[in-house]
């Protein structure tokens, strides 16, 4: 049996994205239309108005597409976005090493589920989905390993400069052997097999990305996009002209920004007078004004006003946009409607509506993704003998330690109830005080201050002691916690899918596409059968 937990009921998410999803009235503003099915057809229609690059969005994903062996609903997609009629629904991510945290799964399968259900419910518009590849990213330390059974395999190269440019070397090659060859399990799936045979005809790291995603999802009609592309960043051309010289972006995004810090939310990313890496053989660096120049960090080169507005018309894929000005650079190539991401993306995209606004670009519907538990039947049956419920796995492991062995505790060492009862005679005691004399306030706070600290000591000093004589039970609790918090994380941040990808009928990905519900924010707990 599946369980869904909604977000409001979990303490790890962010409170901005609570509030975004409750519509709280102080971000009307950093948002156009909230996450409900309603919402979509009214923001199809304003796509629909004022988008201008389906011809040449069509012809760079065919072109980029075109040596992939694609399903024929992935042929029917890329025709179908000819039409002013289609639209798409996105998530993105970076080129994690086989797609690294199995949220990227998630992602990337509550995006198709999305468009299903919509094209089941609209018939006069079609949606596609689609995949972003963040192939200009250079954080390559964040992406460059995957974990399986409880070993790290990472790709050492001395590479830099835009991950999706990196050359696949002998030791990446070295690493895919490996393994297979340790891991023996996966050498007779169809999937492997058909990677091997493929490798050698992949040259780069956006290459391998594009075939394996591919791979996995062609049956369910995922096409994947490329923002790396001299034919795309042409229509970019004049929003970097701005860019670099008016830094329109820095102006508004910091404008939310102190609204967001005024409201008490976390500020998630910081805009640079200029949001614009210069991408070339040498690397991705950032762009900024010095003296009247236009400098490449980390190195002797620049540009004057002039020479760097005629290298923009010249060579626009030079021109690379960081975290802040990739959502722009998609919404305005895409005919998109949605965006998919998880907690911190959903809050940066929340400090750019501004910029949109400015810029005269719809901005999508933001959908958190959906989180899962994985649970197997295994470890549902010690969690029934330690009478867990799905929600004791959302609190603290101290506190759900807690929970379980007050059954077998022989004194009372919750004191709730009496610090409950001290709070009140201090209240007590410090109205009378105010009536004499309001100095005694300092010293009746005080010493209630040292009274419930004495409590909480006493309290930690008897748990201690409680939890060395049920040691046997403490160890099974924070052995299966660690079973499903591996690292003492969330399990969707540390495992990869191939934990689960060997596993038979019903198959994994099929367990969780059916469980997502499109137009709901939950976390669903999933019982799987090995």
């Not at 409880?150 to 070295?174: C, H, M, P, R």
């Not at 393994?179 to 091997?196: A, D, P, R, V, Y």
């Not at 409607?337 to 995209?349: D, H, L, M």
Request: contains cysteine.
């Amino acid at each position: 049996m599946n369980t869904a937990i909604s977000f409001q009921d979990i303490n790890s998410i962010p409170t901005l994205v609570k509030d975004y999803l409750s519509q709280k009235n102080e971000l009307q503003n950093l948002y156009d239309l909230p996450f409900s099915f309603e919402s979509f057809q009214i923001k199809t229609l304003e796509k629909q108005e004022n988008y201008k690059h389906r011809e040449v969005l069509y012809t760079q994903i065919k072109k980029q597409n075109s040596t992939l062996n694609l399903s024929e609903i992935q042929k029917q997609n890329i025709e179908l976005l000819k039409s002013e009629k289609t639209f798409t629904i996105t998530t993105g991510h970076q080129l994690n090493l086989f797609t690294g945290p199995i949220f990227f799964i998630y992602k990337i399968l509550q995006t198709i589920k999305t468009c299903n259900e919509l094209n089941k419910k609209q018939h006069n518009f079609n949606y596609v989905p689609i995949f972003w590849m963040a192939s200009e990213d250079h954080d390559f330390e964040e992406i460059n390993h995957f974990k399986y059974r409880n070993k790290t395999y990472t790709w050492e190269t001395k590479q830099n400069g835009a991950v999706g440019n990196f050359i696949l070397d002998d030791s990446f090659k070295e690493l895919l052997h490996n393994f297979i060859i340790e891991n023996g399990e996966f050498s007779s799936l169809e999937f492997f097999k058909n990677l091997k045979s493929q490798i050698s005809n992949l040259k780069s790291l956006s290459d391998f990305t594009r075939y394996f995603v591919n791979e996995l999802f062609k049956e369910y009609g995922l096409l994947i996009i490329d923002g790396n592309d001299s034919e795309l960043k042409k229509t970019q051309i004049d929003f970097y002209k701005n860019e670099l010289l008016e830094q329109k972006s820095y102006h508004k995004i910091s404008e939310t920004n102190i609204l967001l810090k005024g409201l008490g939310y976390k500020i998630q990313v910081n805009p640079r007078d200029i949001n614009l890496f210069y991408l070339d053989n040498n690397g991705r660096n950032r762009i900024e004004f010095v003296n009247s120049h236009y400098k490449l960090l980390n190195t002797d080169k620049q540009f004057t006003k002039e020479e760097v507005l005629l290298e923009l018309e010249k060579y626009p894929e030079k021109f690379s946009p960081n975290a802040l000005l990739r959502p722009f650079y998609q919404e305005s190539i895409l005919p998109n409607v949605a965006y998919i991401g998880g907690n911190a993306e959903i809050c940066y995209w929340l400090q750019l509506k501004s910029l949109f606004d400015c810029e005269n670009v719809s901005f999508p519907i933001l959908i958190p993704r959906s989180s899962f538990f994985i649970i197997n039947e295994y470890q549902k049956k010690k969690m029934n003998k330690l009478h867990w419920e799905i929600d004791d796995l959302l609190v603290k492991k101290e506190d759900l330690i807690l929970k379980n062995i007050k059954q077998y505790l022989q004194v009372n060492i919750d004191f709730c109830e009496s610090k409950r009862k001290i709070q009140a005679i201090y209240s007590e005691m410090k109205n009378e005080a105010k009536k004499t004399d309001i100095s005694l306030l300092n010293l009746l706070n005080a010493q209630e201050y040292r009274q419930l600290k004495a409590f909480d000591l006493l309290q930690k000093r008897l748990l201690k002691a409680e939890k060395k004589k049920n040691k046997e039970v403490i160890d099974r609790i924070e052995v299966l916690y660690s079973d499903i918090f591996p690292n003492n994380n969330w399990q969707e941040r540390e495992l990869n899918f191939l934990e689960f990808y060997t596993k038979k009928t019903p198959t994994f990905f099929e367990t969780i596409y059916n469980s997502i519900l499109p137009f709901e924010s939950k976390c669903f707990c999933i019982i799987y059968k090995d």
